[in-house]
């Protein structure tokens, strides 16, 4: 697995002192991107809170993914979450050490009170006195809000005294990418009223459960019942040991509302769990299995595989403003491309983490993440591995039949049926699509995308000077 070291930067340690008439939580911010360009410490929003004990719950959950590791649970989590100004709201977001669990903080206009919300994104640090603090605040504790310096640290700073350098691995690069593809494909399946929602979820099997089949469960009047099939309407649920961070926010809910797919088969599939909070959303998005990250799903590889959604993507990446809801109509009106050429672009942004999505409001929305994203398209191993293939000229076809002579002198057969490619490859036999297309299939598609000329001529792809792959699938 590839790894870098992040480099994180703060003015000072993120804390909350107590003030006349109440406390002050100041989060300090790290390098981030913002609309006039980066910052070293970008300020995004100073004011109250008005639900100090709730929105203080609530980061705590956030911070409780990013430190987790749910599966080999002896090793931790290190990155700080990453907070995004969208100009009516603040969003504090973190992925889980292992890769399988994204969480979201949504604290909406009516969570905040007083000053204008800023526009950017960067990582905020959240250190463990910060958490005890934190985990101390009362119901009744007026609680003003800092994300970012305040304006004495602005004019003084000669630069930073805090610094982290943390381990980034390529996989959880490439989970940002894929969380929100998937989620994309999701819809409302289940929302149920806090009382319900809080017996439900505390009814839920403790531990690990590795051995454990994934878990369903399904609409049943006012509450969800638990099966072991997928039933029509139920959502999956494996691990659900993964939910663990809900705890923090539960007696605050007002209800629960569950995203997913439609259940197809026996296979274990993502969803979404969001508990609403006054003012505020708190979204958990769990991979298909505690074993399995979001890195390998595969949804991100058609978008990339193709220079039209590359070129797409530039143009629609100019016209983003940092907004909370992209409307793709207003987008395809402004750039002059079809509905379905934007949906394409901005996944293809998704995978340089430029856009994520929210599945409360069914949208998009614009952020930059913090570090180099856009190794989670260079090191996509599927991907180099298919550009590897084309390099070698181990690509040909023939009407609706790809032939791929793999690095080992194997050939597969990549077939096409009303736009969908299967393979003879053990990968597609594994998986049959469920996590994107092999790279066998993969390479066929942009070969075909490639040459111009017409399909059925039985010539060989061109091979484009890319990088060699030494990874599998």
């Known amino acids: 697995m590839t790894r870098s070291l992040h480099a994180l930067a703060y003015a000072r340690p993120s804390s909350l ?41 609530a980061l705590l959950a956030v911070a409780d993914v990013a430190a987790a590791r749910y599966y080999q649970p002896q090793m931790r989590g290190l990155l700080d979450p990453v907070v995004t100004g969208n100009g009516d709201r603040i969003r504090f977001e973190s992925f889980s050490g292992c890769g399988g669990v994204y969480a979201r903080l949504d604290v909406l206009a009516p969570g905040l009170d007083g000053g204008e919300i800023g526009h950017g994104t960067t990582n905020v640090d959240v250190n463990n006195p910060l958490r005890e603090a934190l985990s101390r605040i009362g119901s009744d504790d007026p609680l003003h809000l800092r994300v970012g310096p305040d304006d004495l640290a602005v004019t003084t700073l000669d630069g930073p005294v805090v610094e982290k350098k943390v381990p980034l691995p390529d996989r959880w690069l490439r989970g940002f990418a894929e969380a929100q593809v998937i989620a994309a494909g999701f819809e409302l399946r289940a929302e149920l009223p806090a009382g319900e929602a809080v017996r439900f979820l505390r009814s839920l099997p403790k531990g690990s459960g590795r051995a454990r089949p994934p878990l369903w469960v399904v609409p049943a009047g006012r509450s969800l019942r638990q099966t072991t099939r997928p039933v029509p309407g139920a959502v999956c649920l494996p691990g659900p040991d993964r939910l663990v961070a809900l705890q923090r926010v539960l007696r605050h809910a007002t209800a629960l509302r569950i995203y997913g797919p439609a259940a197809v088969g026996e296979a274990a599939v993502s969803a979404a769990w969001e508990v609403v909070l006054p003012g505020m959303r708190l979204t958990l998005t769990l991979s298909p299995e505690a074993s399995r990250g979001f890195s390998g799903e595969g949804g991100v590889l058609e978008a990339l595989a193709t220079d039209e959604a590359g070129e797409d993507a530039e143009l629609i990446g100019v016209l983003l403003a940092w907004e909370p809801r992209i409307e793709i109509a207003d987008l395809a009106a402004s ?25 409360a409001e069914a949208a998009y929305f614009h952020r930059e993440l913090p570090y180099d994203a856009a190794r989670a398209e260079r090191h996509n191993p599927r991907l180099r591995s298919a550009r590897a293939l084309l390099r070698a000229g181990a690509v040909t076809w023939e009407g609706a039949l790809g032939t791929v002579t793999a690095e080992d002198g194997h050939v597969h057969r990549v077939r096409e049926d009303g736009g969908r490619l299967s393979c003879t490859c053990q990968w597609w036999a594994a998986y049959r699509g469920g996590r994107g297309p092999c790279k066998h299939a993969l390479a066929v598609r942009m070969a075909r995308r490639e040459v111009t000329a017409p399909v059925g001529t039985g010539r060989t792809a061109p091979a484009p000077a890319v990088e060699t792959d030494t990874g599998v699938r």
């Open 17 to 57: 002192e107590s003030v006349p008439g109440g406390r002050r939580l100041g989060l300090e911010t790290s390098q981030g991107a913002t609309p006039t360009g980066r910052e070293a410490h970008p300020r995004f929003f100073t004011g109250f809170l008005t639900s100090p004990q709730i929105a203080s719950a």
């Open 335 to 359: 750039s002059g491309l079809t509905p379905e050429r934007v949906r394409a672009a901005l996944v293809r942004l998704g995978t340089s983490g430029r856009v994520g999505y929210d599945t």
